[in-house]
C-alpha cells in the first residue's frame, strides 16, 4: 500500500509559479513510476506529467512541455511538480499518482492517488 500526499498548491496570479510536493509513504518508492493528473470543474482528468523510477525518463502533456518540470528525489520519498508561467487553465485539483509500470501512469490507470491540492490561477 502507497499513500501519496500532496502540497503546495494554492492561489496564484497569472505568470507566477507554485511547486507542488507529493510525499510517499513506502519503502520501495524507487519501484514506482511517479505522475501528476489534474481536474478542472466540469473537464475531465487530464495528464500533466510522469517521471521515471530513476528521474531520468519525463513526459509531459502539451500544455506542460516548456513550463512544468517534474522531478523527484528517491531519497526524500518525494516527486515534484514546478509550475512556472501560470494561466488560468491551469487551475485545477492536481493529483499525484504512482504506479509500477509507465505506461499506466501515462494513461492514468494508476494503482494510487492522492487526495489532490488545490491550484488557483487568477487574472
Known amino acids: 500500500q502507497v499513500q501519496l500526499v500532496e502540497s503546495g498548491g494554492g492561489l496564484v496570479q497569472v505568470g507566477g509559479s507554485l511547486r507542488l510536493s507529493c510525499a510517499a509513504s513506502?519503502?520501495?518508492?524507487?519501484?514506482?513510476?511517479m505522475g501528476w493528473f489534474r481536474q478542472a470543474p466540469g473537464e475531465e482528468r487530464e495528464f500533466v506529467a510522469a517521471?521515471?523510477?530513476?528521474?531520468?525518463?519525463?513526459f509531459y502533456s502539451d500544455s506542460a512541455k516548456g513550463r512544468f518540470t517534474v522531478s523527484r528525489d528517491n531519497a526524500k520519498n518525494t516527486v515534484y511538480l514546478q509550475m512556472n508561467s501560470l494561466k488560468p487553465e491551469d487551475t485545477a485539483v492536481y493529483y499525484c499518482v504512482a504506479d509500477l509500470y509507465i505506461y499506466q501512469v501515462q494513461k492514468g490507470q494508476c494503482r494510487y492517488w492522492g487526495q489532490g491540492t488545490q491550484v488557483t490561477v487568477s487574472s
Open positions: 513506502t519503502r520501495t518508492f524507487n519501484d514506482y513510476h
Open positions: 517521471i521515471g523510477r530513476k528521474g531520468i525518463t519525463t
